[in-house]
């Protein structure tokens, strides 16, 4: 038997985005071992057939001591399992996974990067400095894949054409990492007040102030169209002051949830998804939006764009614009319930057309597979 160690920062994401990855690929005969920051959802991890690692450690952390510290036992963790494929996810697990297992030589290192992260969007001063570590980190880090995968080809090029830290050659291009459009069946749209969810993580380059200021404004002007967010803030720093967000609770601005489990029922409760995002790789709360028959407004971006199309399945919009955001839902709120499920089923088929994880999984496994040159 194969063994696989699937490296992500957390175990949320672990479980929740590469669940049916993990099962495929137990299915095909890897013993798969996850290994996270954390241990939230190793219960539910291991339910899959997986063996689940903790490392216990700050996923955004930047202490040198601390951060040699996860290098040293990471080494020696991967060092002792000796796996067949190393299987990274993110920024951290990326580049330290790569680094501890240079001389290695049995294990095929393979990288997915699902986005560029605040690191390559943010420009204070201290991120300049991270990101430029964090650079010079990634290109030796890539020497030892493989393969690197990203999920549109504006991040791939980021690296290979303007960071210039990743040959080309290595590098390969997966729509998403797919859904289960069983789980994600369509829900047909109901009558009344147009109800707008944003589900992210209470962020700056999410577009979260902007989300709020656009709430603020329709609200004063169309009092029946309601606005919920669901989401965290964190540690990350860039993250919405928790002040802030209470003074739009109070004012009754928006309905907020801070977490859950299952976001199904939240998405069969509104008729409008949005996420005017500043970047993603390949929007995965967007993707399930879609496939629950949700028309969606966002950013023309990648990682957005490429999900939504104006007027078959939703609606885009210039990035940081809140004028044309709320213009975009406004003229959402004017449309008859027809006009709204015709882009509800159009954002249907795109899912089906797009998004199907057995073939994405297969397509991914294919190159964890793929013969050395």
């Excluded at 606005?227 to 601005?253: E, Q």
């Excluded at 839902?329 to 159009?346: F, H, N, P, V």
Aim: net charge positive; proline share 4%.
């Amino acid at each position: 038997m194969k063994k696989l160690i699937l490296f992500s920062n957390t175990s949320f994401t672990a479980y929740q985005f590469r669940g049916k990855l993990i099962e495929f690929l137990i299915r095909r005969g890897y013993g798969v071992t996850v290994l996270c920051f954390d241990d939230q959802d190793q219960t539910r991890i291991e339910s899959l057939g997986a063996q689940f690692v903790a490392l216990k450690h700050d996923r955004v952390g930047t202490n040198p001591i601390q951060e040699l510290r996860l290098i040293f036992k990471l080494h020696r963790f991967i060092r002792d399992e000796n796996p067949d494929v190393l299987l990274n996810y993110t920024i951290k697990p990326t580049i330290y996974g790569s680094l501890v297992s240079f001389f290695m030589r049995s294990t095929r290192v393979v990288s997915m990067l699902p986005g560029l992260g605040y690191l390559f969007i943010g420009d204070r001063l201290k991120v300049r400095i991270l990101r430029f570590i964090a650079l010079i980190l990634y290109r030796i880090a890539f020497l030892r894949n493989h393969a690197v995968l990203f999920l549109n080809p504006q991040d791939r090029d980021a690296f290979t054409d303007d960071f210039k830290v990743l040959n080309r050659e290595k590098t390969r291009l997966l729509f998403s990492e797919g859904l289960d459009l069983e789980h994600y069946e369509f829900s047909a749209l109901a009558s009344g007040p147009t109800r707008v969810l944003m589900i992210a993580r209470l962020l700056r380059d999410k577009g979260i102030y902007e989300y709020l200021e656009v709430a603020d404004r329709i609200k004063s002007i169309r009092p029946e169209v309601q606005f919920v967010l669901i989401g965290v803030t964190d540690s990350n720093p860039s993250s919405l002051p928790r002040a802030s967000l209470d003074d739009y609770i109070r004012r009754g601005v928006i309905e907020y949830y801070p977490e859950t489990s299952d976001i199904r029922p939240q998405l069969r409760a509104c008729t409008l998804f949005a996420l005017p995002s500043y970047r993603e790789g390949m929007s995965r709360v967007v993707m399930e939006a879609l496939a629950m028959g949700r028309p969606c407004v966002v950013s023309d971006v990648p990682g957005c764009r490429e999900l939504v199309e104006s007027q078959v399945n939703g609606m885009r919009v210039p990035v940081k614009d809140a004028d044309a955001l709320t213009q975009a839902i406004l003229s959402y709120d004017s449309l008859s319930l027809d006009e709204k499920t015709k882009l509800a089923r159009g954002a249907r088929s795109f899912a089906e057309a797009n998004l199907d994880h057995r073939i994405l999984n297969a397509q991914l496994v294919g190159w964890l597979e793929e013969p050395s040159n």
